[in-house]
């Protein structure tokens, strides 16, 4: 399965999630993250098997082919199918040294994460290990910035220290800071769809109509 070309060799953005199913929400931080963090282009990377959560309603193949639709028409949007055809638990510094060891140590990389599982970093597997192979831009809803307070202590250190509002450092090293921006709230989330779609409601207008027929397509979300 071959993967776009994801442009020069300025800061890559990498995306990564379940995607149970991939929508407008999704969608718009990538977007928005390319224009705000001056990347060259967001890298989507479908968890085949996500350790910190309950098996997704549908196969991993089935939500790698939502998100190859829902990007298609984008070009400085890609999507790297590793994890989704690998065996092994999708763990997100797993998934970062592979991607070190093929686009080289000095290509800046920038993981792409909101606030809520920004939070929540301090539980991931070897989570420390992250900085020294990518950058890490946190998305926020306007008016709430992420805050020092918020955080467990230990994260809060390191936010403290790697945090930066000069996005230009995003090219000028490969990996090791931290950076925010508020990006369009909406109001959409995974949950809410397939809520929807289990009890027969359209879910139209909340992601991209590709997406939403090879859902009704493969009869996905349905109640049993």
Not at 53 to 73: H, N
Not at 148 to 162: C, V
Not at 164 to 178: E, H, K, M, N, S
Not at 192 to 205: E, M, T
């Amino acid at each position: 399965m071959p993967e776009r070309a994801s442009g020069a060799a300025g800061p890559l953005g990498l995306f990564g999630g379940t995607f149970d199913p991939v929508h407008y929400g999704h969608l718009r931080l990538a977007e928005e993250a390319i224009a705000h963090l001056g990347l060259t282009g967001v890298r989507w990377i479908p968890a085949g098997h996500p350790p910190h959560r309950g098996t997704p309603q549908v196969t991993a193949e089935q939500r790698l082919a939502m998100v190859l639709r829902s990007t298609a028409e984008n070009p400085r949007f890609s999507v790297d199918p590793a994890e989704v055809e690998a065996s092994a638990p999708s763990y997100t510094v797993h998934t970062l040294t592979r991607l070190r060891s093929e686009l080289g140590a000095q290509r800046p990389l920038v993981l792409l994460v909101g606030a809520d599982a920004f939070a929540g970093l301090a539980s991931w597997h070897r989570w420390r290990d992250l900085f020294a192979l990518a950058h890490i831009a946190v998305s926020h809803r306007p008016g709430f910035p992420v805050e020092t307070a918020s955080l467990p202590h230990e994260l809060a250190t390191e936010f403290g220290d790697r945090r930066t509002t000069d996005t230009a450092v995003l090219a000028a090293a490969p990996a090791g800071q931290i950076v925010t921006f508020a990006m369009t709230q909406l109001a959409i989330s995974a949950t809410q769809i397939r809520k929807l779609l289990a009890n027969g409601l359209s879910a139209r207008y909340l992601l991209p109509d590709a997406v939403l027929d090879y859902i009704q397509d493969h009869s996905l979300y349905r109640n049993s």
